[in-house]
């Protein structure tokens, strides 16, 4: 008989943590709008003109993007470190800890939101990547070895 065991596997299928990532989705575009909303106010204080928008594909929309990645970015990485936990995962009851449950750094934290990104970009493939991986991880959770783990009710 065999004494190793598999590593166990995270329980937070990639169903729910879609789910928390829409939630999610609600407080991220509320930042960027606001984000928006700063940039026309400051364009049109400085160009006296009251149709002033920033061009799509300037250098302009280019920093209005970045400035929305790094803010979400904070909010999300500032959430897992405070609690492991952001708005959206909350109902899910998903929390980010390392693989071997404790607490993760920020450093990992950042990792995890960068290529997080980076599985969205290419069209989610890195979280679909969970429903062929052995341990159910996705691209982020490999790269800042992290998982989502779902709490047991109260």
Known sequence: MN????????????VRRLLALVYDALPAVALCMVIGAIFVVVLTATQHDERAYVHPWSLLNWLEWALC???VGAYAVLSWRGGGQTLGMRPWRLRVVTVDGGKPTTRALVIRYAVGTLSLLAGGLGFWWAWIDRDRMTWHDRASRTVIRREPKR
Request: charged share 15%; aromatic share 14%.
């Open 3 to 14: 004494d190793a065991t598999p590593a166990p596997k995270p329980s937070a299928y990639i």
């Open 69 to 71: 990645w790094i803010v």
